[in-house]
């Protein structure tokens, strides 16, 4: 199982067909889930696929580093943010800061790891 961070659980559409053709590879043992905190598991996955599968991650601005064990947990919003009429603030630009200062933009921010 490989879990991804998406700040707020966002995704654009070149981002979810990339994630669509990882899980079609693995046939009836792939599959996804969408978590409580706004994350994609992605099931069937194989050691030997993943250097592939993180430098497409990577390719389309995803990443799954510090998405697991005792890592900070992935910034969530409001699933409606910046479509809701009524919303005051559109918490999408705080969350993806926050994820990138959690992830170093990618690279690994182990200051705050475990904490």
Known sequence: MMRLKLPNGVTTSA???YLAS???KYGKDGCADVT???NWQIRGVTLPDVPEILTGLAEVGLTSLQSGMDNVRNPVGNPLAGIDPDEIVDTRPYTNLLSQFITANSLGNPTITNL
């Open 15 to 17: 981002q979810t067909r």
């Open 22 to 24: 990882v899980i079609r």
């Open 36 to 38: 409580t905190r706004q």
